[in-house]
C-alpha cells in the first residue's frame, strides 16, 4: 500500500525479468522459468496493491 511495497514489487519484477532474460540468453531454462515467476508474482503483488488502494470502503459501493 505504501510506496515501498509499490517500489519493492517493481524491483523484484525487473529482477525476474533480468533472470529470465539471463536464462534465455545462456539456454538455462530453469532461470527462465524461475524468472518468469518472479515477473508474474511481482505483478500479481502490484496489482492487488492498487485493488486496496482504490478499494471503496465508505459501504455505499454502486451509490452515488
Known sequence: ??????????????????EQVY??????????VAGEAHVMEAQAEEEALEREENRDDDGLAGAR
Request: charged residues 30%; glycine residues 10%; negative net charge.
Open 23 to 32: 536464462g534465455e540468453s545462456h539456454g538455462d531454462a530453469a532461470a527462465t
Open 1 to 18: 500500500m505504501s510506496i515501498f511495497d509499490k517500489a519493492k514489487a517493481k524491483a523484484e519484477e525487473l529482477l525476474g525479468r533480468a
